[in-house]
């Protein structure tokens, strides 16, 4: 097995004793087996990865169902690269791309060198392959409501009041070169190099962020194909840093809440009108799973909120219906469920205005009130 940086001679060896700063890189960790290839995508059962726009990103795992099981799925037959899972993204169609994303463990330190690697395999009835698959580091989030390509857009207002949107490529830090193919369908390619960090990147996103164009698309001759274009299992993500070793290591002290003592859970996210918990939830929830894992004793009570929008009943449900998700959730990363109860307060409790979008946001909440210590 050959990988692709092996090949183009790309950055130095690993440095040692560093961490990964991606959770979950080879996808294990899940909250619900992947049941088939879904045109909206089935990114929501993976922990702490999500799809960034509508391009539906798939998961794959030995647990799931036909059509979505490894190492033989609707998209052909690859073993995982470690572990049982993998994910799966659709790179060039025109317009069209699926992406995968997540959020550091910390934000990247200006200055300082990173190494990001992650394994790609061409699946077997993709007709066709790419060179250009990149990694791209942001501070913000980036996400789109359409199925195109991840374009940055800058609103600018012109001298006659009027205001108007430039979209740009983005620019990978790191990416295949375009004259390198990936088109290896009985093995995996590592892509992988090394960036100096601007500081302050939090999120990963990965795909093509090339045009059709530019992106060296070749006919794969493959047979039995399900869809036109490129499609590629992605698996083990890692992102570490080359020389933060050598800095000293700091702890930030976070106050243990205490009995009565009421936590909101800022980033733990929904669908609108909906209580499906969204894998940009993953950070919030895992830190109060270590917190509880921590004091065994504790006990809490979650607590849905909602913004003003909607009647009193239908508020209420549907606050009643979050504080049960998250619960349900932490019952399901090992949590007794005997130490967990759940309660919905609808829009009663507001704690910001609710005539501002803004503050109906922080208005619809998930929190958790500590019961014992």
Same mark, same amino acid.
């Given at each position: 097995?050959?990988?692709?940086?092996? +090949?183009?001679?790309? !950055?130095?060896?690993?440095?040692?004793?560093?961490?990964?700063?991606?959770?979950?890189?080879?996808?294990?960790?899940?909250?619900?087996? &992947?049941?088939?290839?879904?045109?909206?995508?089935? +990114?929501?059962?993976?922990?702490?990865?999500?799809?960034?726009?509508?391009?539906?990103?798939?998961?794959?795992?030995?647990?799931?169902?036909?059509?979505?099981?490894?190492?033989?799925?609707?998209? !052909?037959?690859?073993?995982?690269?470690? !572990?049982?899972?993998?994910?799966?993204?659709?790179? @060039?169609?025109?317009?069209?791309?699926?992406?995968?994303?997540?959020?550091?463990?910390?934000?990247?330190?200006?200055?300082?060198?990173?190494?990001?690697?992650?394994?790609? @395999?061409?699946? #077997?009835?993709?007709?066709?392959?790419?060179?250009?698959?990149?990694?791209?580091?942001?501070? #913000?989030?980036?996400?789109? %409501?359409?199925?195109?390509?991840?374009?940055?857009?800058?609103?600018?207002?012109?001298?006659? !009041?009027?205001?108007?949107?430039?979209?740009?490529?983005?620019?990978?830090?790191? @990416?295949? &070169?375009?004259?390198?193919?990936?088109?290896?369908?009985?093995?995996?390619?590592?892509?992988?190099?090394?960036?100096?960090?601007?500081?302050?990147?939090?999120?990963?996103?990965?795909?093509?962020?090339?045009?059709?164009?530019?992106?060296?698309?070749?006919?794969?001759?493959?047979?039995?194909?399900?869809?036109?274009?490129?499609?590629?299992?992605?698996?083990?993500?890692?992102?570490?840093?080359? #020389?933060?070793?050598?800095?000293?290591?700091?702890?930030?002290?976070?106050?243990?809440?205490?009995?009565?003592?009421?936590?909101?859970?800022?980033?733990?996210?929904? =669908?609108?009108?909906?209580?499906?918990?969204?894998?940009?939830?993953?950070?919030?929830?895992? %830190?109060?799973?270590?917190?509880?894992?921590?004091?065994?004793?504790? /006990?809490?009570?979650?607590?849905?909120?909602?913004?003003?929008?909607?009647?009193?009943? /239908?508020?209420?449900?549907?606050?009643?219906?979050?504080?049960?998700?998250? %619960?349900?959730?932490?019952?399901?990363?090992?949590? =007794? /469920?005997?130490?967990?109860?759940?309660?919905?307060?609808?829009?009663?409790?507001? %704690?910001?205005?609710?005539?501002?979008?803004?503050?109906?946001?922080?208005?619809?909440?998930?929190?958790?009130?500590?019961?014992?210590?």
């Amino acid at each position: 097995m050959v990988s692709l940086l092996a +090949m183009l001679h790309w !950055g130095s060896a690993l440095a040692q004793n560093t961490e990964n700063l991606v959770y979950n890189g080879s996808f294990e960790e899940y909250s619900a087996c &992947p049941q088939r290839i879904d045109a909206l995508g089935i +990114m929501s059962g993976v922990d702490a990865w999500w799809q960034p726009t509508k391009g539906s990103s798939d998961y794959f795992n030995a647990c799931g169902g036909r059509e979505c099981l490894t190492p033989r799925n609707k998209m !052909g037959v690859q073993e995982p690269h470690s !572990g049982a899972a993998y994910c799966g993204i659709y790179c @060039s169609k025109e317009t069209y791309r699926e992406y995968l994303q997540t959020e550091l463990r910390e934000p990247l330190k200006a200055g300082r060198r990173y190494r990001v690697s992650y394994w790609a @395999s061409l699946a #077997d009835k993709s007709p066709n392959a790419i060179a250009t698959l990149g990694a791209l580091f942001t501070a #913000d989030r980036i996400s789109d %409501t359409t199925w195109n390509i991840l374009m940055h857009n800058e609103t600018t207002e012109l001298e006659n !009041g009027q205001k108007q949107v430039i979209a740009t490529y983005y620019k990978p830090q790191v @990416s295949t &070169p375009s004259r390198y193919v990936l088109i290896y369908m009985d093995q995996w390619n590592e892509v992988a190099g090394e960036f100096t960090a601007v500081g302050g990147e939090r999120y990963l996103t990965i795909g093509n962020f090339n045009s059709f164009n530019h992106s060296n698309v070749i006919d794969t001759r493959a047979e039995n194909t399900v869809l036109s274009g490129a499609y590629y299992y992605i698996d083990d993500v890692t992102v570490e840093c080359l #020389d933060c070793q050598e800095e000293p290591q700091t702890v930030d002290t976070v106050p243990v809440p205490k009995k009565g003592d009421i936590v909101t859970l800022r980033n733990v996210l929904f =669908d609108t009108d909906k209580s499906d918990i969204l894998p940009q939830s993953y950070h919030d929830l895992l %830190t109060l799973i270590t917190l509880l894992n921590e004091h065994p004793t504790m /006990r809490v009570e979650l607590r849905g909120h909602t913004d003003n929008q909607g009647t009193v009943e /239908r508020n209420r449900i549907l606050s009643e219906a979050r504080a049960k998700a998250v %619960t349900e959730y932490l019952v399901a990363h090992g949590i =007794d /469920r005997s130490r967990l109860t759940w309660r919905g307060f609808g829009k009663s409790l507001p %704690t910001d205005t609710n005539s501002t979008p803004e503050g109906r946001q922080n208005n619809r909440r998930v929190e958790y009130r500590v019961l014992a210590d």
